[in-house]
């Protein structure tokens, strides 16, 4: 049955955290990785060129919430704090008569005091030794009880993790990674999340809210580390189902948090990079599940006639491309070339949209779904939510950036601070400490090290950024890298907002032993 027509719709913003584009089989991966997904695409409007505006999660959300590039919004570390002059996207829908609502399982977004969880009426977090949910009241009063004394205080030992080299270093010990990532639920509950995603839209609409509904999630599943369900490990990659040196491999890897972060020093060979797909693949294709039940369950509601559904990556993951892993030193296209789907009400099905676009635009997109003006200045761009709205190319109107996006990857001290005792040389040698930058226009990506041109790709004849075009298109490139100078200078200086350790916190950690 049809919900009552509302005054302005319900949005709901789904981002699947550390998702490659390429691994969906809807963008051409030969696996079935993600039906789910796909068969959503089908009947919305499919993004081929969707950039990320950072390719790790802190300032990768900072943009998503602020509609500002990483250089504009200042939260590049794990120790950052959005300043107040920057309103967030929830706390701007909250004021324009919105119920703010998220079911978070990253860690750096729902437990770090960072910023990111202004604005929410409700914000439930699923990556803690203490998992904020709804509905807690079915359990036992002196479970409760615990559970509310005990939650701010493992919150505060989070953050103490982020803003200590020596206490995020302590935590990438072999030994106690798999304690760490197993009991404070490091990747959250995918399951639990979309269950209770389900239960409270219905819950909320039961009660007859005149408010329409926020709702932002974060899915975990495929971050490391990789435990995906067998039956499913069996039908995406029966190739490994009986290697026990696949299963010895993934799990050594799982329980070396520093190898998450860090480029090899000897480049993976075949079989590893195998192995690191086949479980990675198999993650996608376990999530997908639980997207697809609250996909299904919005349309047999005939909720998707009065809500807006935005489907996007914070950033990617690398497995070895370019002699790197993971995802916190670079803008490759493994890092940064993102998976983007909107649903629109009364929008066409099955369109696709071959234009570069930052999804810093998500924030402008859902401001213009609302149809609810920033508190910005009229001389700031940002204000622009009519422009830059994506909602503009779903009606096939010009694109007013003209397919030209940025990316940005400031290297994260926390891990060049694991780096600097691991394997130092390999800072040196791939210039991770350098801030890197690309620009995206037509076909063409400039890569540059601060100020200086890095590569020149072709990412339509060359989507795995294998030739450097820099050297024969000398003038493409010497553009393009006015234009990100331009864009840098544009900017200007922006204030980095640090939020302090807490002492008390690592005295006490060191006293039980922990810290030397």
């Known amino acids: 049955m049809a919900l009552e027509p509302q005054r302005k719709p319900d949005i709901l913003l789904i981002i699947l955290d550390t998702q490659r584009r390429d691994r969906l089989s809807i963008y051409g991966h030969t696996r ?58 929830a706390e701007i829908l909250q004021v324009g008569g919105y119920h703010t609502v998220a079911f978070c399982n990253n860690p750096l977004v729902g437990v770090l005091d960072n910023g990111l969880q202004r604005g929410f009426s409700a914000f439930y977090n699923y990556a803690s030794a203490i998992p904020n949910r709804p509905g807690v009241a079915r359990k036992s009063g002196l479970h409760q009880r615990f559970n509310r004394w005990f939650r701010p205080y493992a919150r505060r030992i989070g953050n103490q993790f982020a803003r200590s080299d020596e206490l995020f270093r302590l935590s990438l010990n072999p030994l106690l990674t798999p304690i760490w990532s197993k009991y404070i639920n490091f990747k959250g509950s995918t399951p639990h999340s979309i269950s209770d995603l389900i239960d409270y839209w219905d819950a909320f609409h039961a009660g007859g809210a005149e408010e329409p509904m926020f709702g932002f999630v974060n899915l975990m599943g495929t971050h490391l580390p990789y435990h995906p369900p067998q039956d499913v490990m069996n039908r995406i990659a029966p190739e490994l189902r009986n290697d026990r040196a696949a299963y010895s491999y993934i799990n050594g890897f799982n329980a ?90 009364d929008a066409a099905a099955g369109k696709r949209i071959s234009g570069n676009v930052s999804t810093r635009r998500l924030f402008h997109t859902i401001l213009d779904a609302a149809k609810i ?109 006015e234009k990100i100078s331009a864009f840098v200078a544009g900017i200007g200086q922006v204030e980095q907002r640090t939020a302090e350790v807490d002492e008390q916190i690592v005295e006490q950690l060191r006293a039980l032993g922990y810290v030397e």
Do not use: C
């Not at 969707?50 to 509609?67: D, K």
């Not at 250089?71 to 002059?85: C, D, F, I, K, Y």
């Open 32 to 89: 079935e990785t993600s039906p789910g997904f796909d068969q959503f695409a089908e009947r919305a409007t499919l993004f081929e060129r969707a950039v990320a505006p950072s390719q790790w999660t802190i300032p990768a959300h900072g943009s998503l919430f602020t509609g500002l590039y990483p250089s504009a919004h200042g939260v590049t570390e794990a120790n950052g704090q959005l300043s107040p002059a920057h309103p967030t996207l």
């Open 256 to 345: 070396d948090g520093a190898a998450w972060a860090s480029p090899p020093e000897t480049p993976f060979n075949a079989w590893q990079r195998a192995v690191l797909n086949g479980f990675y693949d198999a993650e996608i294709a376990a999530q997908d599940v639980h997207l697809d039940r609250v996909l299904r369950h919005l349309s047999e509601r005939g909720a998707l006639d009065n809500t807006v559904v935005i489907i996007a990556a914070d950033h990617g993951e690398g497995h070895g491309e370019h002699d790197l892993f993971g995802h916190g030193f670079n803008v490759y296209q493994e890092l940064v070339h993102v998976p983007l789907v909107i649903h629109a009400p």
């Open 373 to 481: 003006a920033p508190p910005l200045d009229d001389a700031d761009p940002n204000a622009n939510v009519a422009g830059l709205s994506l909602l503009n190319a779903l009606e096939g109107k010009a694109d007013v950036e003209n397919g030209i996006a940025f990316s940005e990857a400031f290297p994260p001290s926390m891990f060049l601070n694991v780096l600097a005792h691991r394997s130092p040389a390999v800072i040196e040698r791939l210039r991770l400490r350098q801030v890197r930058r690309a620009i995206y226009e037509g076909d063409h990506k400039l890569v540059m090290a601060e100020s200086g041109v890095e590569a020149l790709f072709d990412i339509a004849d060359d989507p795995a950024e294998t030739r450097d075009l820099a050297a024969e298109q000398p003038d493409e490139s010497a553009a393009l890298a």
